[in-house]
Structure formats: C-alpha cells, structure tokens
C-alpha cells in the first residue's frame, strides 16, 4: 500500500537533489525523477552530480536503505506517491520572465500520469500566480475521464544557500507553506515533521524553525521578496565601499559598525565583487518584470541590479588603473564558482569580468578547486591549485573565497608574480600580510595606503 508519506521529487539539481536525499535520509521514502540519463545514472549510484558538502554521503545512505531511489519514469513516480515536490529549473528568460518550459513539460508528465489525488508542490521559482496556470496545464494534459479535483497545487518556496545547502535544508529559518486548501497544506506540512523535529535536536533554541502557512500567492511573493531583500543588503554595502574608497573610509569599519545595530544586523554586509550565481540575478529580474506589469516602478530592485553589474566592472577599472594598459597583462582569476563551497558557475561574476579583461587584451588564466572549465570562457586555462596560475602573472584578483585561496603565503606569491598587484575582490585576504610581502594590495572600499 502507498504510505502518505511517500514523496516524489521532480527535477535532481541542486534543490531536488538536496530535498530528495535529505528526507529520505531522515526516514521518508522519496522517488526522485530525471529527465537526464546522465544525472539519473550517477544519482542511483549514489553519486552527486555537482558538489555540495555533505551530499553525497547522505544520498549513498538513502539509497542503500532503500528509502530512495531514481527514475525517469513519471507513471511509476505517480502511482507510488501523493506528494509531488516540483523543482525544475525555472532559468532566466526574456522581459526578465523566468523560463518557464521545464516546468511546463513536467507539469504535462505529471497530469499524464494522474489518476488519483495528489498535492504538487512548488519548490522551484516562479512567478506570483504560476499555481493557477500550474493546476491549468496539468488539467489540460490528465487522462480522459479523470476528475479535475485530484489536482491541488501548493506552493512551497526553496531557501537553501548553495555551498551550505544540506545544512541549510535540515536547519532552515523557516519553512513556507502556501495553499489555498488547508488539508493539502498540511499535507505538505506533515512532510516536514522530521526536518523540524531535526532541527530542535540542535539544542539552540535560535535555530528553532518557524512554519509559515500562508495562502499560495503570499508564499511565491515571500521568495522573490527574500531574494530582493538580500540581493539589495550586497548592492547597499557595495555602494557604501565605493563611497568609502573616494571619502578615504574603510566599508569593513563601516560595516561592522552599522551590523552591530540588531535592526540591521551583521550579514550579507560583505562588500566585494557583487552577487552572482542562478537566483538573485533572475529573480530580481521578474519580481521587477511583475511589478513593472502591474504599472509599478521598482526603482530600488532597478538600482540593485544596475549596481551589481557595476561592481563586476569595478574590478576591470582597478586592474586598468594599475596595469595600465591591460593589453598583454597576464592576470590570475583566484575563483570561478559564484562562491565558495559549490561548483556552481551560473551567472558567476568570473565570466563577466574574465571577458571584460580579455575583451581589453589581458591574458588569463584561472583556478578554482572545483571547477575545471568555464562555460562561457572555455579558452581559459584554469589550475586546481592556485600556486600554479599565479605564476608569471602581473595581477592577481581573488573573486571566490575558497579556503585555500586565504591560506596562500604571500611571499611565495610575490615569489612566483612578475608584478606586484593583488586585487581581492571579496575583502577576505589580510591586506597587512600582502602589502608585508611587498605586493600591491586592493581591496573593495578598504582604505589602504595603496589605494
Ligand atoms: P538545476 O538546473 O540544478 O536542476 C533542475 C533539474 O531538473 C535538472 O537536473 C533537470 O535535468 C531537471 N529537469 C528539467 N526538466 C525536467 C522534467 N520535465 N522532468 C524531470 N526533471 C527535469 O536547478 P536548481 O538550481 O536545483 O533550481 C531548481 C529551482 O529551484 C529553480 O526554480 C530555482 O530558481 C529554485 N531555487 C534554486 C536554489 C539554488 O540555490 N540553486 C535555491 C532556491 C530555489
């Protein structure tokens, strides 16, 4: 017999790949499906195919007890489950509207395949209003004499942080549950005992999560306004670091001194080279795509893209000024992924800043730990170990802040350089060890005697 507590996860990327292993590991029975014959093959071997921290240990165990396993097969899915977590990709698309046709395509396997009730939850983004067009396109595809009212579509938005998502999945701050029908947002709920109950276990009592059952438009605007909110906290202090640099001010200073302040609180105040990385960029595309629809300006979601795309460029300026000119400059790109702990490169700052410098003549080259190419700017050679591109470059820009690019000892990169310029573009590197090394530091919105 099927238990209630049979799930199907549809889509095995970073979140379903996440949700899937992490609820089966917690004693849920989860069948996830891929349209993939790649992923699916890895993923029921029990390999993860992209890196997350702690992943794919609890994956291989999910799968050897059992509890989960992969298909591509969508009857199969149906028959055996009554939760249906939807977490397709949801990519940019034109107008600043997400792309939509994976989900669209999954939505028609879903209805092809329906036959009794089932709750289909929305996990991946999409914008305020997608579940009535949701539950349309999956009447529009159920087979003939099958009742309309198995469908009840609940929204129920993602928040993990890739490069902590695991962790972020089991300890979330609070969990969204959006419907229209109270019994199916408690089904939905009811799937999360175990990840709440997970969470007291930490003995924290700041790190209780809170469940937030709201109606289904609420919870898809709660997403793009979380993500809005963020993206504008990195823009805010980004703009701050570049208002310090000419005032001879120090945004690390600053900073941490407004962060101390509990209504502003001490995080995403790191000012850098900007965000990046497959949601702020699009998701604070459509929410001013959607307000823009509805006759509303969004004048501060505008100032927070335009000014993230500036600090990309800001970069190439600081280079520009030290190397002057750029042409036939050899200059090391320290980090590809958007950040540290994926091997995520989907809007990374890298690429626009890699093309910029090359657009201008620079000669690149790059290291990451764990991305070996990439896409957008495949002629670049990229080295596991930061030591090995350094060497012979006039500039070195750290753009990720992976452990083992702080742990770097500056006088063997002085060493190693033909010049002398380190541009560290995420404020993370000591300044004083650079500079002790004899090299040319310069950091975003941090006063040094360089600048
Ligand atoms: P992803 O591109 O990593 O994964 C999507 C997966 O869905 C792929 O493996 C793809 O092959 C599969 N897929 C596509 N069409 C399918 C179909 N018809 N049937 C079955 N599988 C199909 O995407 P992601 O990063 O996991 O993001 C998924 C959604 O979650 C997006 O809407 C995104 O905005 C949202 N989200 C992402 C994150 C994040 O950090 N990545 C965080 C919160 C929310």
Redesign the pocket.
């Known amino acids: 017999m099927t238990s209630d507590k049979s799930v199907a996860v ?7 790949t996440v949700l899937a292993a992490c609820l089966a590991d917690l004693g849920q029975s989860v069948i996830g ?4 014959p790649e ?1 699916l093959e890895l993923l029921n071997k029990g390999v993860a ?2 890196y997350e921290e702690g992943l794919e240990t609890r994956l291989k165990s999910a799968i050897d007890s059992g509890r989960l396993f992969f298909t ?1 097969d969508y009857h199969l899915a149906m028959d055996k489950t009554h939760v249906v977590f939807l ?5 940019p698309g034109t107008n600043g509207h ?1 792309n939509m046709s ?1 989900v669209a ?2 939505a028609e ?1 879903i209805g092809a395949a329906m036959h009794e009730k089932h709750v289909i939850v929305t ?4 914008p305020v209003g997608s579940g009535n067009w949701l539950e349309a396109t999956i009447e529009s595809a159920l087979p003939d004499g099958v009742d309309p009212d198995v469908i009840c579509v609940v929204s129920n ?6 490069g902590s ?1 695991v962790e972020d999945f089991l300890h979330p701050d609070r969990i969204v549950v959006g419907g229209d029908n109270s019994d199916a947002v408690e089904k939905v709920s009811s799937v999360y005992e175990q990840v709440l109950a997970q969470s007291f276990d930490t003995g924290d009592p700041s790190r209780k999560p809170i469940l937030v059952k709201t109606d289904r438009a609420t919870a898809e605007t709660i ?1 793009y306004a979380a993500n809005a909110f963020l993206a504008t906290k990195i823009s805010f202090i980004n703009e701050i670091a570049n208002i310090c640099e000419s005032l001879d001010a120090d945004v690390e200073e600053v900073a941490h001194a407004i962060g101390l302040d509990s209504r502003i609180g001490p995080r995403f105040l790191n000012a850098g080279v900007g965000w990046g ?3 702020f960029g ?2 604070t595309a459509a929410l001013a795509s959607m307000a823009r629809e509805h006759g509303i300006e969004p004048l501060i979601l505008d100032a927070v893209r335009r000014g993230n795309t500036n600090q990309r460029h800001a970069i190439v300026r600081k280079l520009q000024h030290h190397l002057r000119p750029l042409r036939g400059r050899r200059v090391t790109i320290l980090g590809l992924a958007f950040k540290p702990g994926t091997d ?1 490169t989907r809007d990374t700052p890298a690429l626009t800043i890699i093309r910029s410098l090359e657009e201008k003549g620079a000669i690149i080259r790059a290291s990451d730990p764990m991305v070996s190419e990439l896409p957008g700017a495949e002629d670049v050679k990229v080295f596991a170990d930061g030591i090995d591109a350094i060497r012979g470059a006039d500039a070195v820009v750290l753009l990720t802040e992976w452990p083992e690019f702080l742990a770097l000892d500056f006088a063997e990169v002085a060493d190693l350089m033909r010049g002398r310029v380190i541009i560290d573009g995420r404020n993370a590197l000591d300044p004083e060890a650079a500079i002790g090394a004899g090299l040319v530091y310069e950091g975003i919105g941090r006063y040094t005697p360089h600048r």
Not at 10 to 16: D, F, Q
């Open positions: 549809i889509g095995s990327g970073y979140v379903g499906v891929e349209i993939d992923k195919p992209f591509d977490c397709v990709d949801t990519p997400p994976s395509a999954a396997s996990k991946s983004t999409v938005p993602e928040f993990l942080r890739e998502a997403k990385g497959s949601c699009k998701d995520d």
